[in-house]
């Protein structure tokens, strides 16, 4: 039920509540915030919003940048991790104009939802449904250092196999071992738990939590099926939750695609269908893994543009890392039934027509949750309005082990790109499917690029501990 501004006041007085804290989105996908004493939240304020500078966030030049963020009561909730009792909410920037703001285009939660109108505008669906998964680390020290003349990071995890010899009561996991293992060897249960306990209580359902397969602290939180919009600002809460949970039981949480070497990188696998309404988009018995012909045009879309949209879902230098073979990360772009090899994974355990659908395995959750999930709907419905065939193009269905191919086999298919300089080249010659309908503006694509170009070399110009391995002596 949608909250009225007298809701929040009465919220506040009940809970006694002493400050309102504005959560933000940068650029990059991460929070900044503004908060008010109680005392000064009114109904005006819900109209003129708070001022801030946007050029910090990325989205202005200096000259052009004040804006006012206008908070959305739909998203009140008590942050847990403050003292001081406090209501936290996000909402949506806009451009000061008169008599009237407008909402700022470039802002990521306004892009979701001009994705979704685009949608309902098609005539193709009315809602996206949308599933990520959760991987990340918990370590329990991790330090790093980058200097002229000190460069290195270290990590320490008490279950890794690494710490046989120091950890004193034998508890700990073999490489690639970790996954759903129980006590006890799974040493951060009560942290996980907490954090999906939390999680409820702001609104957001989970399936499940366990080990994932990294033995040095990985593990995965998986929500359910929530709409595109809802669940791009659940991202950003159950980011900040595991992270501030993490810190409570000390330890380190990190999203990081691949923060140890030689073990399984953490990716956001992103399940998706679409629902008109009532009813299924992508369901029919007779159709490949039980799936409609829009279901496999949605596909189709992706895969025409998976190296674009590679530099939104991967946007991190460290993101390629992961997509490497040897894991379960893909590296193929093709779809499949339960083949976690292929780039698209088709679940045969979503059986009812209500939840047939597929997962896209690449993105990991360094991407802006906004961003990414508004371009996979624009990709897909892009394939659906051109009815582009994935099985015509030749990307599949690949039903075996993509990793066990011959070489000669393997040379014939479609890789995903290798770095983020990869991607950023695709994006720059493939944006249109973006830009339809004016849900991603040319300005925020052009300073997107601009930015992680700028990302990727002044990492390439950093000397790495594993060049001085390589070379130090040549």
Same mark, same amino acid.
């Not at 206008?70 to 009140?76: S, V």
């Given at each position: 039920? $949608?909250?009225? @501004?007298?809701?929040?006041?009465? !919220?506040?007085?009940?809970? &006694?509540?002493?400050? @309102?804290? !504005?959560? *933000? @989105?940068?650029?990059?996908?991460?929070?900044r915030h503004v908060t008010i004493p109680a005392v000064s939240f009114t109904e005006e304020l819900m109209t003129v919003g708070v001022g801030f500078d946007a050029s910090n966030y990325g989205y202005a030049v200096v000259e052009k940048s004040? *804006?006012?963020?206008?908070?959305?009561? &739909?998203?009140?909730? #008590?942050?847990p991790f403050c +003292? #001081?009792?406090?209501?936290? *909410?996000?909402?949506? $920037?806009?451009? #000061?104009?008169?008599? %009237?703001?407008?909402?700022?285009?470039?802002?990521?939660?306004?892009?979701?939802? $001009?994705?979704?109108?685009? *949608?309902?505008?098609?005539?193709?669906?009315?809602?996206?449904?949308?599933?990520?998964?959760?991987? !990340?680390?918990l370590f329990d020290r991790v330090g790093w250092d980058v200097r002229p003349n000190s460069i290195g990071m270290e990590i320490d995890a008490n279950q890794s196999h690494w710490n046989t010899a120091v950890e004193g009561l034998g508890v700990t996991v073999a490489k690639q071992k970790n996954? =759903?293992?129980?006590?006890?060897?799974?040493?951060t249960y009560e942290c996980r738990s907490e954090m999906v306990m939390l999680m409820e209580e702001a609104g957001i359902p989970i399936k499940y939590h366990h080990p994932e397969v990294?033995?040095?602290? %990985?593990?995965?939180i998986e929500p359910m099926l929530g709409v595109m919009s809802t669940m791009a600002d659940a991202t950003m809460m159950i980011k900040y939750i595991i992270h501030n949970t993490a810190l409570k039981y000390g330890k380190s949480a990190t999203f990081m695609p691949k923060p140890v070497y030689g073990e $399984?990188?953490?990716?956001?696998?992103? =399940?998706?269908?679409?629902?008109?309404?009532? +009813?299924?988009?992508f369901s029919d018995d007779n159709g490949y893994s039980h799936l409609s012909k829009e279901a496999h045009w949605f596909m189709g879309g992706l895969l025409k543009h998976i190296n674009a949209l590679c530099a939104i879902t991967n946007p991190s230098t460290n993101s390629f890392k992961r997509l490497v073979p040897g894991f379960e990360a893909p590296v193929t772009v093709g779809y499949a039934t339960s083949n976690r090899s292929a780039v698209i994974r088709i679940p045969a355990y979503a059986k009812s027509p209500k939840s047939r659908r597929f997962e896209l395995r690449n993105p990991d959750a360094t991407c802006n949750p906004y961003f990414c999930y508004a371009a996979l709907l624009m990709?897909?419905?892009?394939?659906?309005?051109?009815?582009?065939?994935?099985?015509?193009?030749?990307w599949g269905p690949y039903d075996m082990n993509l990793y066990h191919l011959p070489e000669e086999e393997k040379a014939k298919l479609q890789q995903l790109p290798t770095s983020l300089e990869a991607a950023l080249d695709a994006l720059e010659a493939d944006h249109q499917f973006l830009t339809a309908g004016g849900v991603f503006p040319e300005e925020l694509i052009a300073n997107f690029i601009k930015t992680k170009r700028a990302e990727c070399r002044e990492m390439a110009a950093i000397p790495t501990p594993a060049e001085f391995d390589k070379y130090y002596n040549l």
């Open positions: 039920m $949608a909250k009225t @501004v007298q809701d929040i006041l009465d !919220f506040i007085k009940e809970n &006694d509540i002493k400050m @309102v804290d !504005f959560k *933000m @989105v940068d650029i990059n996908g991460q929070y004040d *804006m006012v963020f206008i908070p959305d009561p &739909d998203t009140a909730a #008590i942050d +003292e #001081i009792p406090t209501l936290s *909410m996000t909402g949506n $920037a806009m451009i #000061i104009d008169y008599p %009237q703001n407008r909402p700022l285009a470039q802002y990521p939660r306004n892009i979701v939802l $001009a994705a979704e109108k685009y *949608m309902r505008d098609s005539g193709i669906a009315d809602t996206m449904y949308i599933l990520p998964e959760f991987e !990340f680390y996954y =759903h293992i129980a006590k006890p060897f799974d040493t990294g033995a040095s602290g %990985q593990f995965e $399984a990188g953490s990716g956001m696998h992103v =399940h998706m269908l679409l629902m008109k309404d009532g +009813e299924p988009v990709a897909g419905l892009d394939g659906i309005k051109n009815q582009i065939d994935p099985h015509a193009n030749g």
